[in-house]
């Protein structure tokens, strides 16, 4: 049998779901994944960790290594990585509310870097919203755009526009190039 790469369960009481939300398609709308406690799945889907192939190419350029060499290795050694969680499955119903966790990935990584943290909070009760920031301080990530002309498309039809990792100007200094970055100052006209 082929054994893959595999991220930790949760240590908590309650099995864990996932799925990934994208509101608004600008550079300014939200993409997250959410990690909740879920109804167990007999035959549950589990996502892979690194979803695409562009994150490989972005953790490369983040930790400023060649991506025509490095985006393939990182591929090879972690591409069949899977989460130990059920995609999609439906959420259990609670007769409390479950606090909400919102988790920011730092600089350079990106919404399911950290998803071992992430289904551990799950497993114990939480709902997890793993943020992914469209400030370029993620490795890579993506919106998806409406076609002006072809307004009626569906979501899975609309066009993929990647934003990668923006790296302090030499002439800068890191402190007064990110904290716009953190407080949401329009970073797009810099």
């Known amino acids: 049998a082929t054994q893959s790469l595999s991220l930790p369960h949760g240590k908590g009481v309650y099995p864990v779901g996932c799925t990934d939300v994208m509101v608004g398609q600008t550079v300014k709308g939200l993409f997250f994944r959410l990690f909740y406690p879920c109804v167990p799945q007999s035959e549950a889907k589990e996502p892979c960790w690194i979803p695409r192939y562009e994150y490989y190419s972005g953790l490369a350029d983040y930790m400023n ?3 025509k060499w490095f985006a393939p290795l990182l591929s090879v ?3 069949s990585c899977k989460i130990p969680v059920s995609w999609d499955a439906p959420f259990r119903p609670s007769s409390h509310k479950y606090p909400l966790i919102v988790f920011s990935h730092g600089l350079g990584a990106f919404r ?4 071992a943290i992430c289904i551990e909070m799950a497993s114990r009760g939480f709902l997890v919203m793993a943020l992914e920031h469209r400030d370029r301080s993620a490795s890579a990530t993506y919106f998806c755009k409406l076609d002006p002309e072809a307004p009626d498309l569906h979501e899975d039809q609309m ?6 990792y923006r790296r302090v100007p030499r002439d800068q200094k890191e402190f007064p190039f990110r904290n716009p970055q953190v407080f949401h100052v329009d970073y797009l006209r810099q």
């Open 77 to 79: 050694t972690f591409g």
């Open 112 to 115: 399911t870097a950290y998803s």
């Open 159 to 164: 066009q993929e526009e990647w934003l990668t």
């Open 65 to 67: 290594l060649n991506r």
